[in-house]
T-cell receptor, first 114, second 114 residues
C-alpha cells in the first residue's frame, strides 16, 4: 500500500520569500503524484501533477514541483510567496490499477507574514 | 460551468439521526469519491464508485452508506452507527480513462452532530 508523509505540519514564511514544502512517498512502482491546495472551509484545488516525463512540473499560481525517485520525494516550491498563498497544502500519491485511489498526506499549513 | 456541488454547506443533526449529504457533478466523470477530513489527519476515503450501480468501501466505511443510481449523483448517508460523525466531508470525481487521474473536489459539507 502506498503512503505519503508531509513532515512539516506548519510553515511560516514572509511575503516575497521562497517556499519549499516537503513530500515523501512510499510506493513500489512509479507513482502518480499530486499537490492540492485548500483554503479554509473550501474544497481542494489541484496545483500540479506528475505521472511521467519531465521530473520538474509546473503548476498554477507559480508553483512547481520536482520528482526525485532516488529520494522518494515530490517537493513543492515557489520562488516568491504572496499573501494569498496562505492555505493548507496536501500531497497525494496515486496507485496504479483500476481502483485509481489517491492517498493523501496529513497536510502542511502555510502562514504568510506581511 | 462544469463542476461539483455539495449541499448543504453546513448541516446540524442530533445524535442518533441518519443524515444524507448530497454530491452532484456535471463533468461527465465516471468515478466519484467521498472523503472525510479531520484536523491534522488529511483526507480519508470513505467510499468510491467507478460506475453507476457499483461502489466499494474505502478505508473508513463503517457507519456510512452510499448509492450510485445516476452517473451525476453520489449521495452519502451518515448513519447513527457512525461513532464520531462530526467532520468536514468532501466529494470528488475523476475521469477513469485518462493516464493522470486527478480528482476534482466539491466545496465540502461541514456536519456537526450534537
Amino acid at each position: 500500500a502506498q503512503s505519503v508523509t508531509q513532515p512539516d505540519i506548519h510553515i511560516t514564511v514572509s511575503e516575497g520569500a521562497s517556499l519549499e514544502l516537503r513530500c515523501n512517498y512510499s510506493y513500489g512502482a512509479t507513482p502518480y503524484l499530486f499537490w492540492y491546495v485548500q483554503s479554509p472551509g473550501q474544497g481542494l484545488q489541484l496545483l500540479l501533477k506528475y505521472f511521467s516525463g519531465d521530473t520538474l512540473v509546473q503548476g498554477i499560481k507559480g508553483f512547481e514541483a520536482e520528482f526525485k525517485r532516488s529520494q522518494s520525494s515530490f517537493n513543492l516550491r515557489k520562488p516568491s510567496v504572496h499573501w494569498s498563498d496562505a492555505a493548507e497544502y496536501f500531497c497525494a500519491v496515486g496507485a496504479a490499477g483500476s481502483a485509481r485511489q489517491l492517498t493523501f498526506g496529513s497536510g502542511t499549513q502555510l502562514t504568510v507574514l506581511p | 460551468d462544469g463542476g461539483i456541488t455539495q449541499s448543504p454547506k453546513y448541516l446540524f443533526r442530533k445524535e442518533g439521526q441518519n443524515v444524507t449529504l448530497s454530491c452532484e457533478q456535471n463533468l461527465n466523470h465516471d468515478a466519484m469519491y467521498w472523503y472525510r477530513q479531520d484536523p491534522g489527519q488529511g483526507l480519508r476515503l470513505i467510499y468510491y464508485s467507478q460506475i453507476v450501480n457499483d461502489f466499494q468501501k474505502g478505508d473508513i466505511a463503517e457507519g456510512y452508506s452510499v448509492s450510485r443510481e445516476k452517473k451525476e449523483s453520489f449521495p452519502l448517508t451518515v448513519t447513527s452507527a457512525q461513532k464520531n460523525p462530526t467532520a468536514f466531508y468532501l466529494c470528488a470525481s475523476s475521469i477513469q480513462d485518462r493516464p493522470s487521474y486527478e480528482q476534482y473536489f466539491g466545496p465540502g459539507t461541514r456536519l456537526t452532530v450534537t
